[in-house]
């Protein structure tokens, strides 16, 4: 069975950094896009950043581009994205997904979600 974990949430002062880890089991990265998705309350969920499978491409949504960072490592068969520079908008909770091969910002084409961990900004 396919698992997705997400970890790494918690509360951070505005401009700190945190680093979210999406470790996966019973998948094998080589072939499936890993996206990270974040929802604040009251908001739709909004594509973050993606990894493709293959060669590795990386993807960025606006309002984090220069600021995060996403990386996977096979060995691990884990995903993750390193955030910089966070503002109060980055708040909410942070998923990550997995469908095969390209990466996609549309939510509804990803076939595995992780339960997801929670992204708190606040002084």
């Known amino acids: 069975q396919v698992q997705l974990v997400e970890s790494g949430g918690g509360l951070v002062q505005p401009g700190g950094s945190l680093r979210l880890s999406c470790a996966a089991s019973?998948?094998?990265?080589?072939?499936?896009?890993i996206g990270w998705f974040r929802q604040a309350p009251g908001k739709e969920r909004e594509g973050v950043s993606c990894?493709?499978?293959?060669?590795?491409?990386?993807y960025y949504g606006d309002s984090v581009k220069g600021r995060f960072t996403i990386s996977r490592d096979n060995a691990k068969n884990t995903v993750y994205l390193q955030m910089n520079s966070l503002k109060p908008e980055d708040a909410g909770v942070y998923y990550c997904a997995a469908k095969p091969y390209p990466c996609t910002e549309v939510a509804r084409w990803y076939d595995y979600w992780g339960q997801g961990t929670q992204v708190t900004v606040s002084a």
């Open positions: 019973e998948l094998t990265l080589d072939y499936y896009a």
């Open positions: 990894i493709s499978s293959s060669e590795g491409s990386t």
